[in-house]
């Protein structure tokens, strides 16, 4: 069973930048792909960034590209997102998820989920 932990969230403003840690617990990190979704209040959650850990793979919905970067630490089986030039409608509940091999931009594809982390951007 992997585990998932997520830290970075906050309070900040228009143009400003956060960076998310997610660190994974579970076996065979390399085998895993890893996704960032958000969901903002009233919205549905949505699809930001994946990575394939194994090959450096990586995915980014239309609205974050050039602004967001995923990466992997594999010593430390931990994924980041680099947040910069944040925007207000980036406001939203950060959650890390992870699922096998496969790469994904699908939530209904990741069966384990992080806490959440919030990510609130001022105007």
């Known amino acids: 069973q992997v585990q998932l932990v997520e830290s970075g969230g906050g309070l900040v403003q228009a143009g400003d930048s956060l960076r998310l840690s997610c660190a994974a617990s579970?076996?065979?990190?390399?085998?895993?792909?890893m996704g960032w979704f958000r969901q903002g209040p009233g919205k549905e959650r949505e699809f930001v960034a994946y990575?394939?850990?194994?090959?450096?793979?990586?995915d980014y919905r239309d609205s974050v590209k050039g602004r967001f970067t995923i990466s992997r630490d594999n010593a430390k089986n931990t994924v980041y997102l680099q947040m910069n030039s944040l925007r207000p409608e980036d406001t939203a509940l950060y959650y890390c998820?992870?699922?096998?091999?496969?790469?994904?931009?699908?939530?209904?594809?990741?069966?384990?989920w992080g806490q959440g982390t919030q990510v609130t951007v001022s105007s």
């Open positions: 998820a992870t699922r096998r091999l496969v790469i994904s931009t699908r939530s209904n594809d990741y069966p384990y």
């Open positions: 579970g076996a065979s990190f390399s085998s895993y792909v």
């Open positions: 990575i394939k850990v194994s090959t450096g793979i990586t």
